[in-house]
């Protein structure tokens, strides 16, 4: 893939699903970014989002029936981009939550690795 910006950065991802999580990682990493995670779990996801040094992340929406919300909630307090991955559109946004950016599943590695290159520009 083309230079993105990402390499380098210290990425979370959060994904339950394995298939899904490896093929984010393996974006990530030709990428050169340093990965964080994967988590599967929403409470693996609030503590990341919470204790760990990050650049960005990649949040998919339902964790096995739990909403990624407590986790992004913490992270746009610490002011980190994320990226909410979803096969539910922006109709998983709670109201209030629709300037989130969200990423459709399924998804190109181009879209999902433009979109987090995006999130980085000023």
Known sequence: MAASGLAGRRVLVVE????VAMLVETALQDENCIIV????TLPEAVEAARTETLDLAVLDINL????VFPAAEVL????VPFLLLSGYGEVA????????????KP???HDLVSRLSALLSP
């Open 16 to 19: 339950d699903e394995v298939l």
């Open 37 to 40: 995670g994967p988590c599967g």
């Open 64 to 67: 096995a029936g739990n909403l």
């Open 76 to 79: 746009a307090a610490r002011g």
């Open 93 to 104: 946004l709670p109201s209030d939550r629709r300037h989130w950016p969200i990423c459709a």
């Open 107 to 109: 998804f190109s590695l």
